[in-house]
């Protein structure tokens, strides 16, 4: 009882008003981005949704993916591991280079700064954004996004990428890759062969299984409001992380390296939602260059029938 009337007395007041200073340092540069970008409203997860309930967290959940897709923009604090990392970040170190002309006897001087490295929108996840599950379908919803990294602000929406050195395009292309979030969107604008639609689907199962959760039991509402989306592309029903058009394709998923499973129930040991998050899932059918031809599987079973029923709302 002392915890309900506390939890409603807080909703009441922030209802009313948020002290600032009572934020963290995350918001509070979120709150001056969204200021300065001349928007008047900003949706905070934690705010939003009432923390320890789980009846409002069925009810909201729900509407994240609604939420991510339709906004102007999403900012992500990429280099922060919490909420005190914060948005904004120095940037890296500027060096002066002095040189002498031997002819005119004139000093010249040259600013020189080391180039962001730019990892971390491919395959690779070495900042703490791109390790989280939560933020995956965020990512891939968002029609425009503003990554606050450590070295500069990258900026991304369904078509193209751009920073502020300028370079992350071609660093990208020197690398042969792209982002996922623009396999996401190539995948969606070409979606008349469903084997594209999966093969993308195989991207985002291998993506979004190396990412860790905090609560294994999140992994599959982490992933529903992407899951929404793909059923729109004649995958079938979306059931334990699994698709029950081509059901015995999706069932021969593999883990990378020793498989670590979760000791609390999550899914069934028939779907890689069993595998604990960071232990990356793929799909040696699905993992070449190009997507397979439509008639180039010949299943061996016969699924008989499927049922599942939902823990929650």
Not at 26 to 40: C, H, K, P, S, Y
Not at 212 to 230: C, H, I, M, N, Q
Not at 259 to 287: C, F
Request: proline share 4%; with cysteine.
């Amino acid at each position: 009882t002392q915890i309900i009337t506390t939890t409603l007395s807080t909703i009441s007041t922030h209802k009313k008003h948020i002290p600032f200073p009572s934020l963290s340092k995350t918001f509070q540069e979120a709150l001056q981005i969204t200021n300065n970008l001349g928007l008047r409203y900003i949706w905070i997860d934690s705010l939003c949704i009432i923390q320890d309930s789980l009846s409002d967290w069925e009810v909201e959940s729900q509407q994240m993916a609604s939420i991510y897709r339709n906004s102007a923009i999403t900012i992500c604090a990429a280099k922060s591991k919490d909420g005190n990392g914060g948005c904004f970040a120095e940037g890296p170190q500027t060096t002066t280079l002095k040189h002498l002309d031997t002819k005119t006897n004139e000093e010249i001087f040259v600013k020189v700064r080391k180039c962001p490295s730019h990892e971390g929108f491919d395959d690779t996840n070495n900042l703490p954004l791109f390790a989280r599950a939560w933020t995956f379908q965020e990512e891939l919803l968002s029609t425009r996004i503003l990554y606050y990294c450590p070295e500069e602000i990258v900026f991304q929406c369904r078509t193209d990428i751009d920073c502020q050195c300028g370079e992350i395009s071609s660093s990208l292309a020197d690398r042969g890759s792209v982002t996922v979030k623009r396999q996401f969107e190539d995948s969606f604008l070409d979606d008349a062969y469903v084997r594209k639609v999966q093969f993308q689907w195989h991207r985002v199962v291998k993506q979004y299984s190396a990412r860790y959760s905090t609560k294994e039991s999140d992994r599959l509402p982490a992933l529903s409001g992407l899951s929404r989306v793909f059923a729109e592309k004649r995958l079938g029903s979306f059931v334990a992380g699994l698709w029950t058009k081509d059901l015995p394709l999706w069932l021969t998923w593999e883990v990378f390296g020793s498989p670590n499973y979760k000791e609390e129930y999550v899914a069934p040991t028939w779907s890689w939602m069993n595998i604990r998050s960071g232990n990356q899932i793929h799909y040696l059918l699905l993992d070449g260059a190009d997507p397979l031809e439509e008639n180039n599987l010949e299943h061996q079973v016969r699924i008989l029938d499927i049922a599942c029923g939902l823990a929650t709302s």
